[in-house]
T-cell receptor, first 115, second 113 residues
């Protein structure tokens, strides 16, 4: 049981390039989400999904796309990278929405630098 | 607006000192409350959580937190910190039928040996 797996761990991009951060979980969680972490701002929600085929925007969705074709995978796409997207990205998952006792489980993070 | 605030941006303590990190949230009604810890260069790990029942919650590594509903607070405590507690600490709130966790901005704890 690997939990939440993110790749790559480190990436440097040039402004305007596109890339995909991969996220997979093997806990059969319905809910998955992407956060970015910036100094002094905590974690801010980018996009989330409550199940396969369903995605929605979080607090800071601009410049990012997501899809959820399977329960296990939730990739985050940067369409045209900008220096403001330099951040640490965390994928997370948790059991079904609304269930009592929900806990969120995080991946190990992806450090992205846009130059 | 939904928000979670943490009182201190950076706390510096000597080993064996007592710790209290403040957390306040702005929702009415029932909430689930969490404290997560992030050691340098690592991902977030759950320290403790409160869903219902006894408002004093014990977590891993000697940490505890007290939920005070009237004050909308969930402060984290540890009687005696160690150098290995140096990390960033995040308070988070989940409404039971909500979908998204809302995190506070974090408090960086530095413990001096």
């Amino acid at each position: 049981n690997a939990g939440v797996t993110q790749t790559p761990k480190f990436q440097v991009l040039k402004t305007g390039q596109s890339m995909t951060l991969q996220c997979a979980q093997d806990m059969n969680h319905e809910y998955m989400s992407w956060y970015r972490q910036d100094p002094g701002m905590g974690l801010r929600l980018i996009h989330y999904s409550v199940g396969a085929g369903i995605t929605d925007q979080g607090e800071v969705p601009n410049g990012y796309n997501v899809s959820r074709s399977t329960t296990e995978d939730f990739p985050l796409r940067l369409l045209s990278a900008a220096p403001s997207q330099t951040s640490v990205y965390f994928c997370a998952s948790s059991p079904r929405k609304g269930s009592s006792g929900n806990t969120i489980y995080f991946g190990e993070g992806s450090w992205l630098t846009v130059v | 607006a939904q928000s979670v605030s943490q009182h201190n941006h950076h706390v510096i303590l000597s080993e064996a000192a007592s710790l209290e990190l403040g957390c306040n949230y702005s929702y009415g009604g029932t909430v689930n409350l969490f404290w997560y810890v992030q050691y340098p260069g690592q991902h977030l790990q759950l320290l403790l959580k409160y869903f219902s029942g006894d408002p004093l919650v014990k977590g891993i590594k000697g940490f505890e937190a007290e939920f005070i509903k009237s004050k909308f607070s969930f402060n984290l405590r540890k009687p005696s910190v160690q150098w290995s507690d140096t990390a960033e600490y995040f308070c988070a709130v989940l409404r039971p039928y909500g979908q998204n966790f809302v995190f506070g901005p974090g408090t960086r704890l530095s413990v001096l040996p």
